[in-house]
């Protein structure tokens, strides 16, 4: 069983950083890949950047390339994502999610643990 709760998110202007954090409860996390997913209001929730177990494999997808940073932290049970050069198009709740194969990570069905999601608004 794994327990995950985001923090960092908030109200920033366009150009800003942020910096979103997932803390995981579980001796398993380290086992996980994780994946950080987002939806706005009307949409369909997507994948932002996802991570293996080890952290050598990172996916990203093209909007937030250059731009977001996906790391964890296995010895603080930690998953972050390092948003900078926000846009008003990031704005959405944004969760963490952890998945049993790294392969898997583009379908949220296949995650096993979620979040309960965090705000993030980028304004103009």
């Known amino acids: 069983q794994v327990q995950l709760v985001e923090s960092g998110g908030g109200l920033v202007q366009a150009g800003g950083s942020l910096r979103l954090s997932c803390a995981a409860s579980?001796?398993?996390?380290?086992?996980?890949?994780m994946g950080w997913f987002r939806q706005a209001p009307g949409k369909e929730r997507e994948i932002v950047a996802a991570?293996?177990?080890?952290?050598?494999?990172?996916y990203y997808t093209d909007s937030v390339k250059g731009r977001f940073t996906i790391s964890r932290d296995n010895a603080k049970n930690t998953v972050y994502l390092q948003m900078n050069t926000l846009k008003p198009e990031d704005t959405a709740v944004y969760y963490c999610a952890a998945c049993a194969y790294y392969n898997d990570y583009h379908n949220p069905a296949l995650y096993d643990y979620w979040g309960q999601g965090t705000q993030v608004t980028v304004s103009s």
């Open positions: 991570i293996s177990w080890s952290g050598g494999s990172t």
């Open positions: 579980g001796r398993t996390f380290r086992t996980y890949a």
